[in-house]
């Protein structure tokens, strides 16, 4: 069973830095795109990163100078280094990807429970 499954979550100050980490794991034949989204309380989920499955990256506008993206193709991991927080960045961060289990042969949506992130002084 493919499972997704986030760590790094947790306190920061205003001006602080967490780094997200995102593991698929499971019988998988293929990851293609990965990223990150992110709700917080009383608001829609919105993305907030991701690598198309081409390789290439989008950022939220909210986000942009401030948080990178990474992946490791060999771990099917990818990362969320957040720099310069703020306290708006509060949230449970969610980790997606598409993947093509084996056995099923067709790429499929897939969640992670999420990390919270919490930004305060």
């Known amino acids: 069973q493919v499972q997704l499954v986030e760590s790094g979550g947790g306190l920061a100050q205003p001006g602080g830095s967490l780094n997200l980490s995102c593991a698929a794991s499971g019988k998988i034949v293929r990851v293609n795109a990965m990223g990150w989204y992110r709700q917080a309380p009383g608001k829609q989920r919105e993305l907030v990163a991701t690598f198309t499955s081409g390789g290439s990256t989008n950022y939220a506008d909210s986000v942009k100078g401030r948080f990178t993206i990474s992946r490791d193709n060999a771990k099917n991991t990818v990362y969320l280094q957040m720099n310069s927080l703020k306290p708006e960045d509060t949230a449970v961060y969610l980790c997606?990807?598409?993947?093509?289990?084996?056995?099923?042969?067709?790429?499929?949506?897939?969640w992670g429970k999420g990390t919270l992130v919490t930004v305060s002084s």
């Open positions: 997606n990807a598409k993947i093509v289990p084996f056995g099923v042969w067709v790429s499929s949506d897939y």
